[in-house]
């Protein structure tokens, strides 16, 4: 059974803060690791939060675990982007009747 996490991401030791996201070192194979994220449901909804320094995802996936090693492809993991994972309990949701 899947479950809904909430990724935190912060900017890593990589993180070049004078370069807008799309000038950072790597930025195109992140941007598609991403987007396959997203094509296969991992990646729910996402974006930059504030300034940019940090970003949340909601995901969906069976175990923190599992989405650990989804985004262990994406090349700013540890790098540009420190993660942390939590559950996340849904109290509301629009989508539901």
């Given at each position: 059974m899947s479950a809904f996490?909430?990724?935190?991401r912060r900017t890593g030791p990589s993180w070049d803060p004078s370069r807008p996201v799309e000038g950072q070192?790597?930025?195109?194979?992140?941007?598609?690791?991403?987007?396959?994220l997203v094509a296969r449901g991992v990646v729910?909804?996402?974006?930059?939060v504030g300034a940019g320094e940090r970003v949340v995802l909601v995901c969906e996936a069976t175990t923190v675990e599992e989405l650990l090693g989804a985004l262990a492809d994406d090349p700013w993991?540890?790098?540009?982007?420190i993660d942390e994972v939590e559950?996340?309990?849904?109290?509301?949701?629009?989508?539901?009747?």
């Open positions: 996490l909430l990724t935190r070192s790597g930025w195109a194979e992140h941007a598609r690791v991403m987007d396959d729910v909804i996402g974006g930059p993991t540890g790098s540009h982007l559950p996340l309990s849904v109290r509301l949701d629009a989508r539901r009747p």
